[in-house]
Every structure is written in C-alpha cells, then in structure tokens.
C-alpha cells in the first residue's frame, strides 16, 4: 500500500465551504469536457482564430492572396504544434484533474494519463464524483459549538 494514499484527505474530512467549492469545480469541469468532445477542442479553436486573423491582415497589407494563404497556414501549424491548451477531451481532463485536490475514495483520482479510457466511463466518473460531493454534502457534520 502506497504511504501517500493514507495521507490523503476523504470526502468525509472535507468541510461545508470545500465540499460546495469541489461540486462546483467539478460541474465546470463537466460542462468543460463535454462542450471539447462534442465541439472543437480549445486549441484547434485557437489556431483556427489566429490563421483568420493573418490571413485577413497578410491580405489587408500584401493584397497577395497566395503569401497570405501560406503564412496563415503556418501559422496555424505553429499554433497546432506549441499551444499550451488541451488538444482534445482527454488532455483536458487529465489537465483539469490534476489540478484538483486527490481524494481516497475520488473515482476522478483512478484517472491516469492513459487516453484510451472511453468518454461513457470519463461521464460516468464525473457523475460519481458529484453524487459522493451531495452524499457528503448530506451527511456533512454541524461544526464544533463550544
């Protein structure tokens, strides 16, 4: 057994304020991946964006369709290549969680970097992950009256 897991915090050791900031954390998370595996991802996006905007600008300096073109299209496999935003939903989520705090019994804490995980078990684990925040959030102890 790995000593770090028994360090780590529960669902139950978690307060009011933490367990209400997790949820909501956790539902942009959601609403996040699920608009990148429906929609573009955030980086095709960018470099879509950029591409448009020196091609409109190349065309507006030059009036060299064809220069334009070409340095759109570079720049745009530029952007592809060095962006720092997440090229598809798996990269997003396993960005996403590890910025939030691991938990014992956190499904969201078995997620690997592996990206041959389907988007039925990613939904499923986030959905889990909210019932164990309301769960908690309904058994949460009153705080110490002295």
Known sequence: MDMSSLLLRDFS???????????KKVEILRARILHTHEHISPRKQQSFVIAIVVLIV???????????GVAALGAQIIVLRYSTLPLNWHMQLAGEIQKLEPLRQS?????????????????YCLDKEITLIHLSLGSAPAPFDA
Do not use: K
Request: aromatic share 12%.
């Open 107 to 123: 499904p969201l804490r078995q997620w690997g970097c592996t990206s041959d995980s389907s988007w039925e078990y990613a939904q």
């Open 58 to 68: 190349g065309y507006a300096l030059t009036h060299f369709l064809l220069l334009t």
């Open 13 to 23: 050791d978690l307060t009011r304020p933490e367990l209400i900031a997790r949820r």
